[in-house]
């Protein structure tokens, strides 16, 4: 009987992890949280396999899908953008100022300040919309166009004028074929 009782406390043990039958301890591991689960809306998923838009689930793809609002769109395969919440499709309209537009492609439109302009027709400088596909560039605030114009430090001049750091004036713009351009040096 006694050694039945030692055998039954050896098992005991044995089963209990604390010995093996190598003379090692066992440790077993506590359980680990499950990093894919979410919650969405008080309802738990693993994210794996479903996606939280706003607060309604959706099957998970692998390539091409963004949330917008609630919606599950696809950049890929119903060519549907996202614009402040509000889905769309390039091909008939564009996003602009979180707006979503009638008419022409998205990639033809672009914000210009709080307004929306056609990249094709119109340029934007400084946030302000110009007609036609000029370049313009800026000096210090003002827009210009530089096959027109010369920027001086913040001063717009004439076709064809320099720019001249001037000695008594500071920078200024000057007629090179009237005038000549004094500039000093320090003497260091």
């Known amino acids: 009987m006694k050694y039945l009782l030692f055998i039954v406390l050896v098992t005991a043990i044995i089963a209990a992890g604390c010995v093996s039958g190598n003379k090692e301890t066992v440790v077993t591991p ?27 689930l959706h099957k998970s793809e692998l390539y091409g899908y963004q949330c917008c609002g609630e919606k599950y769109i696809s950049d890929v395969v119903d060519n549907l953008f996202c614009c402040s919440g509000e889905s769309y499709n390039t091909t008939n309209f564009h996003c602009c100022n979180g707006k979503v537009e009638p008419e022409g492609r998205s990639y033809d439109y672009e914000d210009c300040g709080n307004t929306c302009y056609d990249k094709r027709t119109d340029s934007c400088c400084n946030g ?10 800026l000096c210090g605030n003002l827009c210009y166009n530089f096959y027109e114009q010369t920027c001086c430090y913040g001063q717009l001049c004439s076709k064809g004028w320099k720019c001249c750091n001037d000695k008594d004036k500071g920078p200024t713009c000057y007629n090179p074929e009237t005038h000549l351009c004094w500039v000093s040096f320090d003497d260091r």
């Open 128 to 137: 302000q919309v110009t007609k036609g596909i000029l370049k313009f560039s």
């Open 30 to 56: 506590a359980p680990t949280p499950n990093v894919w689960l979410k919650n969405c809306s008080g309802v738990e998923y693993d994210s794996r396999y479903q996606i939280c838009c706003g607060s309604t």
